[in-house]
């Protein structure tokens, strides 16, 4: 098993090196061993532990707590590779790379988390606040 440490001294080694971007996030990885129940919105946490390496950072060794959802993703490489996020046609994602570079705040203030029409419920994440609509198990939650 590949441990990150050795990627990224593999990856040094090599031209690529100077436009990589590492990035791990885990989104529900705790949840895989754990009791917990991730398929309702009322369970709490929306929010994953991760992080995001690159020479071309402007602003380096620091915590982030922007809001950033996994559909940013592809916009944000795809302009850090040089190409024009204008092309990517109806997506959600948007940029981030300024934001996440240079310590910014996040342009994103929402996030939709779920719409579940078999047990009628819903939940949006708006900027610190989580919004819930319906109930599910019958009420329990």
Same mark, same amino acid.
């Given at each position: 098993?590949?441990?990150?440490?050795? @990627?990224?001294?593999?990856?040094?080694?090599?031209?690529?090196?100077?436009?990589?971007?590492?990035?791990?996030?885990?989104?529900?990885?705790?949840?895989?061993?754990?009791?917990?129940?991730?398929? @309702?919105?009322?369970?709490?946490?929306?929010?994953?532990?991760?992080?995001?390496? &690159?020479?071309?950072?402007?602003?380096?060794?620091?915590?982030?707590?922007?809001?950033?959802?996994?559909?940013?993703?592809?916009?944000?490489?795809?302009?850090?590779?040089?190409?024009?996020?204008?092309?990517?046609?109806?997506?959600?994602?948007?940029?981030?790379?300024?934001?996440?570079?240079?310590?910014?705040? &996040?342009?994103? &203030?929402?996030?939709?988390?779920?719409?579940?029409?078999?047990?009628?419920?819903?939940?949006?994440?708006?900027?610190?606040?989580?919004?819930?609509?319906?109930?599910?198990?019958?009420?329990?939650?």
């Amino acid at each position: 098993m590949l441990k990150i440490g050795s @990627i990224l001294a593999l990856l040094s080694t090599q031209f690529l090196f100077l436009r990589v971007i590492e990035n791990i996030s885990v989104s529900y990885l705790l949840a895989k061993f754990s009791n917990s129940n991730k398929n @309702i919105c009322q369970q709490g946490g929306v929010r994953g532990a991760g992080f995001i390496w &690159s020479p071309l950072l402007k602003q380096q060794q620091r915590v982030s707590d922007q809001l950033i959802h996994i559909s940013d993703w592809l916009p944000t490489l795809y302009h850090v590779a040089g190409g024009d996020v204008n092309d990517l046609k109806n997506i959600d994602g948007i940029n981030l790379w300024d934001e996440l570079s240079q310590n910014l705040d &996040s342009r994103r &203030s929402e996030v939709l988390l779920n719409i579940d029409n078999i047990w009628g419920s819903s939940a949006l994440l708006v900027n610190k606040w989580k919004v819930m609509v319906g109930t599910n198990y019958r009420g329990k939650f």
